[in-house]
């Protein structure tokens, strides 16, 4: 497995100065040029992902490059796919939270349907940055009275200490 997430990593790309001067994105897209790395990608999420007890029954994605993530996981374990999205993507009735960016805020939305009373949710992202994303989803769950079992992403930036600003177990494939 360790093999296999290296070689994941080494297919990252990096941009310096994207979105703005001083960010390095790094670009997780990159990774699904290539379908043999989609394969290990697939591979090493499910590992982490069945690690986690008691087992989730939801899992949840944040948009964008979350979508991309999080259905693996649910297909692998037989549970629903649920997800947060930007406001006013999502149709009917939404559950609505603010959270901090860099600079203002901006919101985002779950569909008040989706998750059960009581029902254990995994929470999953390409990258943790400040966290806000993450916070942010944890918060919508809980209005609709899941519970958070972990967060899981691909990528941290250890740096700036992200996973502080979110009130649940954060696992991360991938350090900086
Ligand atoms: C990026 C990334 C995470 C989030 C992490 O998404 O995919 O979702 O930022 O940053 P945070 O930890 O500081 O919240 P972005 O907001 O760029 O949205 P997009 O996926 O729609 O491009
Ligand atoms: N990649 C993707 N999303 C991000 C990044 C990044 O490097 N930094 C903050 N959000």
Do not use: W
């Amino acid at each position: 497995l360790e093999k296999k997430i290296r070689k994941i990593r080494d297919h990252v790309n990096e941009y310096p100065d994207f979105p703005k001067p001083g960010v390095l994105f790094r670009d997780v897209f990159s990774v699904f040029q290539n379908a043999e790395l989609v394969a290990m990608l697939r591979e090493v999420l499910i590992a982490f992902a069945t690690q986690i007890q008691p087992p989730v029954e939801c899992v949840v994605g944040i948009d964008a490059r979350g979508f991309l993530l999080a259905p693996f996981i649910a297909l692998e374990l037989e549970v629903p796919f649920v997800p947060v999205r930007k406001k006013g993507k999502l149709p009917g009735k939404v559950a609505s939270v603010s959270y901090a960016l860099e600079y203002g805020e901006a919101n985002m939305e779950i569909q008040e349907s989706s998750i059960k009373e009581g029902q254990r949710v995994l929470i999953v992202d390409d990258l943790l940055a400040t966290g806000g994303s993450l916070g942010a989803a944890c918060t919508l769950v809980k209005k609709l009275g899941g519970v958070v079992e972990a967060c899981l992403v691909l990528m941290e930036l250890s740096e700036l200490k992200g996973r502080l600003n979110v009130p649940t177990n954060v696992i991360s494939i991938i350090k900086y």
